[in-house]
């Protein structure tokens, strides 16, 4: 829901960007594809360079799946 809404995303936007450190893979798994879910449906969203940013520091995350994800999520965003 915090995708539909620009108002929820600015007031929602630090708590689940801090979650991408968390040490839960599932958890990280999931902030990336909201915050890639952000990004597309609110493209002119303030956060976006931010995202950016949170998204390319994740390639270098210890686990496998998470920098396919974000790899994957960044193409999608830039290229499509």
Known sequence: YIRSS???T???FGIISKRILDKG????????R?????????PDSPHVPEISQ?????MTDAEESIKKLVAH???AMWFQ
């Open 25 to 32: 893979k599932k958890v990280r798994e999931r902030v990336v």
């Open 6 to 8: 620009p108002r929820l």
């Open 10 to 12: 600015a007031q929602y």
């Open 73 to 75: 999520s960044l193409e």
């Open 34 to 42: 909201v915050l890639v879910d952000i990004c597309t449906s609110q």
């Open 54 to 58: 949170l998204l390319i520091a994740r």
